[in-house]
């Protein structure tokens, strides 16, 4: 069962402590609620929550009895907090720098993109320099854009480091308590081609032929038709399906059912990813493909699927790819009259 705590909520692997500031103490500190992060650790986040709790408490009655000068809560030193590094301060005496942000937010926020947020670091400082970030400007970010293109970098690769920079400057602003514009966020690009959100379903016919030639001899890898088949009854996406163990499965054929979850195999992106799915049609007969422990990286199967895409449907649109099969459950729900 999964642990409450009050004022502490999780986003992503990070906690946050979060409490509102009573009406009649807003007031003293300009403020409509507080918002600390403390870290990835469960229990030293409760710990932190705690400290952060008895110095609230003091505040409010402080405030409340027109002592002067009430102490504003804050965290207490690192040294203190049990953290290895210098990040979270009781405010900021000098703005940081983006390298400093992406180092403090890689120690408290630890994430999968943050390869992504190395290599974005590493573009925009050779471009634009090792600014603060109140000095960062629009100009600064589409420099970065424009740099990333000239190298090459597909627009894909391009709104991942947006996107891994744009969340360090969004959890530093809340951190600090600071109101300022995210230059990162929103960046538009220029002929980028199709997002995700614009993908379209593979109509039956284009099913079929992408089935027939993944039962082929021109696949080396039989477990891709495998996994072709689970995302085709399911939501899944490719590394989920291909990044099963045997504890993944539940329930008693004919029902069965998968557990979306963390394992030894695959990681989750976001907690709110974790969630579990019927097994139906054609994917049941398949799923014993898929948890074997043989050698098998679910990372590259997005790739070598949307290969064997483009060899079976050499006439595809643009904005078709093997997540297009997840849109045609979207399609099914639809038309069987789901409101969600």
């Not at 229990?43 to 929550?49: D, V």
């Not at 009895?65 to 504003?72: F, G, I, K, R, T």
């Not at 740099?147 to 947006?162: F, M």
């Amino acid at each position: 069962m999964k642990q409450t705590f009050k004022h502490v909520f999780q986003r992503g692997s990070a906690y946050r402590y979060r409490r509102r500031v009573p009406q009649d103490v807003q007031k003293h500190t300009n403020k409509r609620e507080w918002v600390f992060g403390i870290g990835t650790d469960l229990s030293a986040a409760i710990a932190r929550a705690e400290d952060l709790n008895t110095q609230i408490e003091r505040f409010i009655a402080q405030c409340r009895n027109d002592e002067p000068s009430p102490a504003a809560p804050q965290l207490s030193p690192m040294a203190e907090a049990g953290l290895s590094g210098s990040w979270i301060q009781p405010g900021l005496t000098t703005e940081m720098k983006i390298s400093e942000a992406v180092a403090r937010d890689q120690e408290l926020y630890p994430t999968p993109s943050n390869a992504q947020q190395s290599a974005a670091l590493t573009v925009f400082v050779a471009e634009c320099g090792d600014l603060p970030i109140s000095q960062i400007q629009r100009t600064h970010v589409m420099a970065f854009v424009a740099a990333c293109q000239n190298s090459g970098h597909k627009p894909s690769s391009i709104r991942r480091r947006l996107g891994a920079i744009s969340a360090v400057i969004n959890r530093y602003h809340q951190d600090f308590d600071i109101v300022r514009r995210n230059h990162f966020s929103r960046v538009p690009l220029r002929n980028a081609g199709p997002t995700a959100s614009d993908r379209e379903p593979l109509d039956k016919t284009q099913v079929q032929a992408l089935d027939r030639f993944l039962r082929s001899d021109q696949i080396a890898d039989p477990h891709l038709l495998s996994v072709f088949w689970l995302i085709r009854c399911s939501t899944l996406g490719p590394s989920e399906a291909g990044g099963l163990l045997l504890n993944d499965i539940g329930g008693v054929p004919p029902v069965l059912h998968v557990s979306v979850q963390s394992n030894a195999r695959r990681s989750m992106k976001a907690n709110s990813r974790r969630r579990d799915f019927p097994i139906v049609g054609p994917a049941a007969h398949h799923i014993a493909n898929l948890v074997d422990e043989r050698a098998f990286d679910p990372k590259t199967l997005s790739n070598k699927l949307n290969q064997s895409l483009k060899r079976a449907l050499p006439n595809k649109r643009a904005n078709q790819s093997v997540y297009s099969l997840r849109h045609n459950w979207k399609d099914w729900l639809v038309r069987a009259g789901a409101s969600h």
